[in-house]
């Protein structure tokens, strides 16, 4: 069972559309995040979740939209896609609460986009 | 935001031999992390350091964390072919520390 999975694994758009990655973990986790990889291999985080509530969001265009309907999914949703929006897509989880923050994230394999 | 500096920004190393990759930072922190990603996946934690000076070990790979607390190291001993992919260090950063920061990665090759 694969413990944190995103779909699509790969996207390939025109500038301008929209779209939308899913992700989903099922190890129980109160803590949902999106990271972003750019073509350098530079992780930055976008967003995180605690039960889902919105608790980081970092500099992020507001074309970027996060919605978590329970606190095992977190997905997102871009519109009007850019060149620049171009990376892989990293869905992350951990146990937060009633757990001191030993820093251990379970990532998804990632979803590449390519925005052409 | 904070800034980790990790060097080297790559390695090509013969299989069999030791490497070493460090990161710093001009801030403190209670806790340093390794993770590694294999190419096409998701980056996966190696060693958590929680204690100043703390020297830590995960089969062949051992890191350290700094006395002054803004640096922290990993060392490979006798690579193999696996080792492949991007090692990056962290930090838990931010309110309540909810997020991690990351360095820029040490990408290892190693040649068999």
């Known amino acids: 069972d694969t413990a944190v999975s995103q779909t699509p694994k790969y996207l390939v758009t025109q500038m301008g559309n929209d779209k939308s990655i899913k992700c989903e973990q099922n190890?129980?986790?109160?803590?949902m995040y999106w990271y972003k990889q750019d073509s350098k291999k530079f992780l930055k985080i976008m967003f995180s979740y605690n039960n889902k509530e919105l608790i980081i969001n970092e500099t992020v265009p507001n074309r970027f939209s996060p919605k978590s309907p329970d606190k095992a999914h977190l997905n997102l949703h871009i519109n009007s896609l850019e060149l620049g929006d171009s990376a892989v897509y990293f869905c992350a989880s951990s146990q937060i609460i009633n757990n001191p923050n030993t820093g251990e994230l379970f990532f998804g394999e990632g979803s590449r986009l390519t925005v052409l | 935001g904070q800034q980790l500096n990790q060097s080297p920004q790559s390695m090509f190393i013969q299989e069999g031999e030791d490497v070493s990759m460090n990161c710093t930072s001009s801030s403190i922190f209670n806790t340093w992390l390794w993770y590694k990603q294999d190419p096409g996946e998701g980056p996966v934690l190696l060693i958590a350091l929680y204690k100043a000076g703390e020297l830590t070990s995960n089969g062949r790979l051992t890191a350290q964390f700094g006395i002054t607390r803004k640096d922290s190291f990993l060392n490979i001993s006798a690579s193999i072919p696996s080792d492949v992919g991007i090692y990056f260090c962290?930090?838990?950063?931010?309110?309540?520390?909810?997020?991690?920061?990351f360095g820029k990665g040490t990408k290892l090759s190693v040649i068999p």
């Open positions: 190890l129980g986790h109160d803590t």
């Open positions: 962290a930090v838990p950063s931010g309110a309540g520390s909810y997020q991690l920061t």
